[in-house]
């Protein structure tokens, strides 16, 4: 005689750490979760677990999408340096004179590194100490070439631009970044040198038009 009970229906097992449709938290949730941890804390100080209560989820979820912290730092770092660049890309396409195309490539990135104050630390540690493998080499290679390209199309001349020297954009690209990465982290030190003058945002406010005028002088024949 057939057994007249109900026949539970069997479950259906899962890797370890694989969302279900229930907890299902994006992966851009987790990284922007990181990321404003970083306000305050360095990568180093941060846990697996810690991002991981700050953004509601189980840590494993974090391994399955990324497999350590040095992943999800990885893609965190990718993931700022994209809207920056996302941004430059945006104000490169707009009709403007050379040289306020220069001070606002300097504001984006001056803007980035105060939003983001571990953002040089996570992209040397990250993404140019770690190329070690084919996928690694990839992003650096990606990130190197994107923001390269930025450099470049300064150089591109457009109608009323002054005449350029021949400038390696390679140069152009690390002044770029070293004009306004030293700027940013050397607060202490500017405070220092400019005690008793005015706030933060007229310091910044001229140092980008010396910054501007520098550039521009050295590019312009």
């Given at each position: ?18 969302p279900t449709e229930k907890t299902m ?54 993931h700022i340096m994209d809207q920056l ?26 803007e980035a590194l105060k939003d983001n ?105």
């Open positions: 005689m057939p057994d007249p009970s109900p026949r539970k229906k069997p479950r259906i097992k899962r890797s370890a750490g694989h938290v994006g992966k851009a949730a987790i990284i922007d979760t990181a990321i404003a941890l970083m306000k305050t804390k360095t990568p180093q100080e941060l846990s697996v677990l810690e991002i991981a209560t700050a953004a509601g989820v189980d840590p494993a979820l974090i391994r399955y999408y990324f497999s350590n912290k040095q992943g999800l730092m990885r893609a965190a770092a990718t660049q996302a941004r430059s890309q945006v104000m490169l396409g707009q009709d403007a004179p050379l040289e306020a195309r220069i001070r606002k490539r300097l504001v984006l990135l001056i104050p571990r953002f040089l630390q996570l992209v040397l540690n990250e993404i140019y100490s770690h190329a070690d493998t084919p996928e690694r080499m990839d992003t650096l290679q990606g990130v190197a070439a994107r923001g390269l390209a930025l450099s470049e199309a300064l150089l591109v001349a457009r109608e009323g631009d002054p005449p350029l020297d021949a400038i390696d954009p390679r140069f152009l690209h690390v002044a770029f970044l070293g004009l306004c990465t030293f700027f940013v982290d050397a607060q202490p030190m500017l405070k220092v040198l400019f005690n008793g003058e005015q706030g933060a945002e007229d310091l910044t406010g001229r140092y980008l038009d010396f910054a501007t005028r520098l550039i521009m002088h050295g590019i312009v024949k």
